[in-house]
């Protein structure tokens, strides 16, 4: 009958800490944009002979991989996924690195809560929660401001491109231009598609793999549009016209539903939050006076009945503000 309350208290804690992660998130968009062109992007798929082009282009061009990240992608689960999260950062983040930052975070905060009297059970499942949450959700933090800077620059970029079709470059050069001449994150993949281009690969082949990487539907959206126009033809420039205006109308449409939702996202995290900030701060300043919530099985039952309805509301709550355009 002990451990009854126990298991309650720990699998509430981890349902309400998941809840929240889940609901805060946010959906989605990159799952949505694919599933509405799938159906677009399966007309472009590559034949057999430019898959093997490509893989001998990726053969050529990948960077080697050290020891310790052979070693990390062991241990690690998913290392492609992971590598490729890592990538969409900028920052030049290895598998290795993430690996020790992950067992130095779980290990430290395990150890600390330890020493400070709390059960070993608890020590090692907020190790474990901080040591993985912790780093995901500091990739997560530079792709998105990463995606950020992009999605805001990316309408000028088109722009840019418009200008130099209707002045008579041909689209490979333009892109060479804009990859040059803008700053940031678009510059770069501009730079990283007609680099792809000048070593062989093909536009569509460059753009999709670009596409595929960063997960943005305004990426996607450029790189369809491009697609169908050397299929069917037509004045490129003036599509990418519109495609630009399309593109500022879904980024101010984002702000406007940003602003709205502001306060109750803000309310949302800090009714969800409180409760544990304040539980921290007086397990550190009295861990004794604590350690009756894993002592009482009365206190236990209630700990966890708190924290499911709180992590209910909390859900409810974020799902309310999160909105997929």
């Given at each position: 009958m002990e451990l009854l309350p126990v298991l309650m208290l720990g699998g509430g804690t981890f349902l309400v800490l998941s809840l929240m992660v889940i609901a805060l998130s946010g959906p989605s968009t990159a799952r949505a944009s694919a599933r509405r062109l799938t159906g677009v992007r399966e007309r472009h798929a590559g034949t057999a002979g430019a898959v093997a082009m490509e893989a001998q282009i990726r053969r050529v061009t990948n960077k080697g991989t050290s020891g310790m990240d052979l070693a990390a992608s062991r241990f690690l689960p998913n290392p492609a996924l992971l590598q490729k999260r890592l990538n969409m950062t900028g920052k030049g983040w290895s598998l290795s690195q993430y690996g020790m930052v992950t067992l130095g975070l779980i290990l430290i905060p395990g150890a600390l809560l330890y020493l400070k009297g709390a059960p070993i059970w608890l020590a090692l499942f907020l190790g474990l929660f901080v040591g993985v949450g912790l780093p995901h959700k500091v990739v997560s933090f530079f792709i998105k401001r990463r995606i950020s800077k992009f999605t805001s620059k990316f309408p000028d970029a088109i722009d840019l491109l418009v200008r130099g079709l209707r002045s008579g470059l041909p689209i490979t050069e333009t892109m060479g231009v804009v990859g040059q001449e803008v700053a940031g994150p678009v510059g770069e993949e501009f730079r990283a598609v007609s680099d792809k281009m000048k070593i062989g690969r093909t536009l569509d082949a460059a753009l999709q793999e670009t596409a595929d990487r960063l997960g943005t539907p305004?990426?996607?959206?450029?790189?369809?549009?491009?697609?169908?126009?050397?299929?069917?033809?037509?004045?490129?420039?003036?599509?990418?016209?519109?495609?630009?205006?399309?593109?500022?109308?879904?980024?101010?449409?984002?702000?406007?539903?940003?602003?709205?939702?502001?306060?109750?996202?803000?309310?949302?995290?800090?009714?969800?939050?409180?409760?544990?900030?304040?539980?921290?701060?007086?397990?550190?300043?009295?861990?004794?006076?604590?350690?009756?919530?894993?002592?009482?099985?009365?206190?236990?039952?209630?700990?966890?009945?708190?924290?499911?309805?709180?992590?209910?509301?909390?859900?409810?709550?974020?799902?309310?503000?999160?909105?997929?355009?």
């Open positions: 305004e990426f996607q959206f450029f790189t369809i549009t491009i697609a169908i126009q050397r299929e069917t033809g037509g004045n490129l420039a003036e599509t990418l016209a519109n495609l630009a205006e399309v593109l500022r109308k879904r980024a101010q449409m984002k702000l406007k539903i940003k602003a709205m939702s502001s306060e109750s996202k803000a309310s949302a995290l800090i009714v969800g939050s409180l409760p544990f900030i304040v539980f921290g701060l007086v397990w550190f300043i009295n861990n004794n006076y604590m350690l009756n919530f894993f002592k009482d099985e009365r206190l236990m039952v209630a700990g966890g009945g708190g924290l499911i309805w709180m992590s209910l509301g909390a859900f409810i709550m974020a799902k309310m503000v999160n909105f997929e355009i």
